[in-house]
């Protein structure tokens, strides 16, 4: 029996349990979508190619399966690349499948052409051309494979209009699943632990990998049996769980001024677990004395001048971490980090998050009154800009991939897409967002295929008229802004055109009032709220006069 390359792939994308496919149709894909009418894949129609792949990666974050994205030819392929990019930083699987002209045609100029491979090789793990239907299966598979695989980022198949109408009698591939695990050299274990057990100050610094459920375990397991203190980067949100916070010094990233920082400034030995450098650069948090560092992942560390490691237990993350625990003994008492703990407190217990607001709220008021409705069945998706470091740094979160953070490439306009997905990958959860004013029309227009696909989520856009994250790093450098003001538009009304709910809230006492109608309304919900921004400096000073960006 024969079938058409684009019937292929869609069943191949069947027997790999994939569940949505983000999109957007176009001629030299249009096989492909007539295929999905006879599938039981969901696919859900967007507005822009980003954001299909924001949303193919929050879906990749949050299942571990990666999510898959559809798009046409030429500018359907080009408007994807930032989103591509990101996910590969962030270590999120993504599989995107783009259009192309005919077979016969690549070599030529062409109407919508583009050479799609060349294009994503700097955004992507891998970048393919599919040649003949018959290759679809191993070209989806190893695609799929190579998404997966640690550390985990986006992979590209190009598929040339004629293919997907080639007829093929090419069959299904099913490979079973791999094992990432193992057992780093007992004497490569040996050697950590001994210099973990003579350190005068060791310290935990969790990264991006650290927040897979199974590594979050052992590392429970970890401070369970031996007490250290921990910092974690912004996408490891979630964890430290509850019972160790007294452990736990807060997150660190981008400017070197946290009390976390401080932790990392007086450790002598760093142990790194799901570490990677483009989370919060080690030129900036190791730019001191000379630091012993061991690097537990799946993969060997990138070598910086500033991340010279003296030991990589590779291997299994949660394996190696549990094989540690026996080896460690005599660890020096937390009591030597008594003065940055009370600061931690007391930084994070400001009192201005008690302080009612009106006209404009405080980030702390408003993180306060925020977390009051947060647990375990929820999903906070960030976005970028001054109101992300604000979140990022005094949003706790006690569940991995809770707090869904932008950390690698920093990427505005993710926080709309992140929620949309999240309400898909797990309907049960309720869903919250926040972007700031800037961000937010970087893919507002998702909000129709929000209220087409009746996904219920609230989103906070912090209102301040200009992107200030970058002017306060203007003013600080040049003492004078440039092209960061921005002009004023109606969140509410906006909500409204599209068919969605929308509220103002300049009033903090209204909060509750405000949430609770939120909850129960149906659909995206979007809160405009004008934000006092007075105290954003003390996000960006640096405490080491040596630390920069």
């Known amino acids: 029996m024969t079938q058409s390359g684009a019937q292929l792939l869609v069943k191949c994308m069947e027997a790999l349990e994939v569940k949505y496919i983000f999109g957007i149709p176009g001629a030299k894909i249009d096989a492909v979508f007539d295929a999905l009418v006879d599938s039981p894949i969901q696919l859900i129609l ?31 392929v080009g408007n994807m690349l930032t989103g591509l990019l990101t996910a590969t930083t962030e270590g999120d699987p993504v599989v995107a499948i783009g259009g192309n002209v005919s077979r016969r045609m690549l070599h030529k100029a062409s109407h919508q052409a583009a050479q799609n491979v060349k294009l994503m090789e700097g955004a992507t793990k891998s970048s393919q051309e599919v040649y003949t239907a018959d290759e679809i299966p191993e070209a989806i598979v190893n695609a799929f494979r190579i998404a997966k695989a640690p550390r985990r980022g986006a992979c590209f198949l190009s598929l040339p209009v004629d293919v997907s109408h080639e007829q093929t009698s090419s069959e299904i591939i099913k490979v079973g699943e791999i094992d990432y695990s193992g057992l780093a050299a007992k004497a490569i274990l040996a050697r950590a632990a001994d210099i973990i057990t003579k350190a005068k100050a060791p310290v935990l610094l969790l990264g991006e990998e650290a927040s897979q459920p199974a590594t979050a375990k052992a590392i429970h397991d970890l401070l369970t049996a031996h007490k250290l203190p921990v910092v974690s980067t912004f996408q490891a949100a979630g964890v430290v769980c509850k019972e160790y916070l007294d452990l736990f010094f807060g997150r660190v990233g981008l400017f070197n001024n946290q009390p976390g920082d401080k932790i990392l400034r007086q450790a002598d030995v760093v142990i790194s677990i799901g570490y990677d450098p483009v989370e919060y650069d080690p030129e900036i948090w190791n730019n001191g004395d000379r630091k012993h560092i061991i690097h537990v992942d799946h993969i060997m560390s990138d070598v910086h001048l500033a991340y010279q490691t003296d030991v990589e237990v590779l291997g299994g993350v949660a394996e190696n971490i549990r094989a540690l625990i026996p080896l460690l003994s005599g660890l020096p008492p937390m009591d030597q980090h008594k003065p940055v703990r009370t600061e931690y407190q007391d930084y994070l217990y400001n009192p201005k998050s008690l302080v009612d607001c009106k006209g404009k709220i405080h980030p702390l008021r408003f993180i306060h009154q925020l977390h009051e409705y947060l647990d375990e069945n929820t999903i906070v998706a960030c976005d970028i800009g001054t109101h992300g470091m604000w979140m990022s740094r005094y949003f706790l979160s006690h569940v ?59 989103l906070f856009v912090w209102d301040s008229g200009g992107y200030d994250m970058v002017m306060e790093q203007q003013l600080m450098k040049y003492k004078r802004r440039s092209g960061v003001d921005l002009g004023y538009y109606d969140v509410v009304k906006f909500a409204e055109a599209f068919g969605a709910k929308g509220y103002r809230l300049d009033d903090s006492t209204k909060f509750d009032v405000i949430m609770k109608q939120a909850l129960a309304d149906e659909g995206p919900v979007l809160i405009h709220m004008p934000v006092d921004y007075s105290d954003n400096l003390e996000l960006f000073l640096a405490t080491d006069p040596n630390a920069g960006h």
């Open 46 to 76: 967007c507005r822009h190619e980003q954001n299909a792949c924001f949303m193919a990666a929050a879906h990749g974050r949050l299942t571990g399966e990666p999510g898959v994205v559809l798009v046409t030819s030429g500018p359907g």
């Open 400 to 458: 991995p991939h809770q707090l869904l953070i932008s950390n690698g490439q920093q990427t505005l306009g993710v926080a709309l897409p992140w929620a949309m997905a999240a309400k898909l990958t797990h309907p049960e959860k309720t869903v919250l967002a926040t972007v700031g004013d800037g961000g937010f029309l970087f893919s507002a227009t998702e909000l129709e295929t929000a209220v087409r696909e009746n996904l219920h989520f609230i």
